[in-house]
């Protein structure tokens, strides 16, 4: 069972050519796992998933692999209880800044 489609090794210093990790401790920049890095800054700086961001793809990542790394970025920060930020209506905007009143940055 391939969760992660484009992958074929946990760690790339182990063997493989795209991995989670390039050696056992950061995150590969070839296979495009670090892109979720950058998408959980946005996420938690704009209140908004990465998933709603258009006209940007990164070099050699695959659509697919992508949208999952979007997905996981905008559930991973909506469900953690540091960062404040919720998406009760799961529309990819947080809560906080739908409310009436509230600014969006």
Request: aromatic share 8%.
């Amino acid at each position: 069972d391939k969760q992660l489609p484009s992958l074929d090794c946990v760690s790339e210093h182990l063997g493989g050519t795209k991995g989670i990790y390039r050696d056992g401790g950061h995150l590969s920049t070839k296979s495009g796992m670090a892109q979720i890095v950058g998408y959980a800054y946005y996420a938690t700086l704009y209140k908004k998933s990465p998933e709603l961001i258009q006209g940007f793809a990164p070099d050699g990542v695959p659509p697919e692999f992508d949208r999952l790394l979007r997905q996981a970025a905008w559930q991973s920060v909506t469900h953690s209880p540091f960062s404040g930020l919720t998406d009760k209506n799961n529309n990819g905007i947080a809560d906080e800044i739908e409310s009436p009143g509230a600014k969006t940055p």
